[in-house]
């Protein structure tokens, strides 16, 4: 594999722990507000991150790669309600998923036909990434931001729409 793709997919491994060490960091502030719904949420969705990363470390190896592992910056946001949370998750997403076409466009300039084809799993689970990320805020906007029963219920049926 060409060393300029090597290096991309070495940094996206990065990308993707960091991902999942920033969910974790959500899932610790809602557990701090009692929000256990979106604690639980949030910390599934780090360990899909984990998942992600495994996943392109296994197709390096697959592909007969040495690859090394990068410093994993520390999330350090410290949040000033329950809204900023979920809106940073979108932009975060956004950011993924460029960095993921990234990968996609050099393959194919490059004439890799296999990892542009590996790549392609992550190009669809990136839309379906962002789309959750927005239909939390949109949900939240609808009927948990005024606090009160609308919050407790929207916490309530975040934390069991995944197992
Ligand atoms: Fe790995 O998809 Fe989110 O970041």
Not at 9 to 36: C, G, H, P, V
Request: aromatic share 12%.
């Amino acid at each position: 594999m060409e060393q300029e793709l090597i290096d991309l997919i070495e940094t996206q491994i990065n990308k993707e722990l960091y991902s999942a060490y920033l969910y974790f960091d959500i899932a610790e502030f809602y557990r701090s507000k009692s929000l256990d719904g979106l604690h639980s949420w949030f910390e599934k969705q780090a360990q899909e991150e984990i998942e992600h990363a495994e996943k392109f470390a296994e197709y390096l190896h697959d592909s007969d790669v040495q690859f090394k592992l990068l410093p994993i910056d520390a999330p350090s946001n410290k949040f000033d309600d329950l809204r900023a949370p979920l809106m940073l998750q979108i932009e975060h997403e956004k950011y993924v998923t460029s960095l993921i076409h990234n990968i996609y466009k050099v393959a194919e300039k490059i004439g890799d036909i296999a990892t542009k084809n590996f790549v392609s799993w992550y190009v669809s689970e990136q839309i379906e990434e962002e789309k959750t990320a927005k239909d939390i805020l949109d949900k939240y906007d609808l009927f948990a931001k005024d606090g009160g029963l609308g919050l407790y219920q929207f916490d309530k049926d975040i934390g069991s729409s995944r197992k």
